[in-house]
């Protein structure tokens, strides 16, 4: 049976969406079927990051009501090329649309819960999909609660910036604990550090944090060059960017059964 992801952080700058893009082409290149769907409302980024321009629905009409979830998604696996499929499912990046989905009140919210939940379909169901990655806004929106709420694994990106740990521990403590999902953390934009053993790391992490740690990405300044244009995992195979999401993907598949 297929499973759901969430990619969630406490604040933005963590390299979440980029984390979540990668991953996702990362297990639909092991041939997977995977459908990744932007959630960060308040900020919607994918369609621009993968030139995604005018698909037939948004997200936003998924949840609003107004469309079945078939009529949103977009099917990119050739961007992948492998026997894997891929496909997205946008958030709208126009101004009027990012407005509108701020004001949504807490009714809008539950039932936008309820279409969430609906997605298990997809996976369940119709064998459609093996994943469903949610890329979630950062922080404790209503859209980013609902989205671990319907996941069975979240995969938290944080970094070592002094604000972002003592965010991310708390809002872990305070938090996640209530949902009792299964939850992992993965330090990205990490500087190298020669005297630093993965295995003190692994157990500073779950000491400060209470979770296990998934994997360590170090800052790579390709990344930063390539400005959120490059799908790591299929246009550069052999960087070891690539390498370390093709760590993390086995590691998902192994934790998420």
């Not at 701020?102 to 369940?124: H, P, Y």
Request: charged content about 25%.
């Amino acid at each position: 049976m297929g499973k759901i992801m969430a990619v969630h952080s406490y604040k933005g700058g963590t390299g979440k969406t980029l984390l979540s893009i990668n991953l996702a082409a990362a297990l639909a290149k092991t041939g997977k079927k995977v459908c990744l769907f932007d959630l960060d409302f308040r900020a919607p980024s994918l369609a621009t990051l993968l030139k995604v321009k005018n698909p037939n629905c948004w997200l936003n009409d998924y949840l609003n009501g107004s469309c079945e979830i078939e009529k949103a998604l977009v099917d990119i696996s050739e961007r992948i090329g492998n026997s894997g499929k891929l496909c997205v499912a946008l958030a709208n990046p126009n101004t009027e649309a990012i407005r509108e989905m701020s004001s949504k009140d807490r009714k809008w919210e539950m039932r936008a819960l309820g279409r969430l939940l609906a997605l298990r379909n997809l996976i369940s169901n119709t064998g459609n999909f093996d994943y469903l990655v949610f890329d979630t806004s950062p922080g404790l929106q209503y859209s980013s609660i609902n989205a671990i709420v319907a996941a069975d694994l979240v995969v938290v990106a944080t970094t070592f910036d002094r604000s972002d740990m003592e965010g991310t521990q708390r809002m872990l403590r305070e938090l996640y604990d209530l949902f009792e999902k299964k939850t992992y953390l993965v330090l990205n934009k990490v500087l190298e550090n020669p005297t630093r053993h993965k295995s003190d790391l692994q157990a500073t992490v779950k000491d400060f944090y209470q979770v296990p740690l998934l994997g360590v990405v170090p800052c790579y300044c390709d990344i930063l060059k390539a400005e959120g244009s490059t799908i790591f995992a299929q246009d550069k195979p052999d960087h070891p960017f690539t390498r370390m999401l093709n760590a993390l993907a086995a590691e998902i598949e192994k934790n998420i059964a």
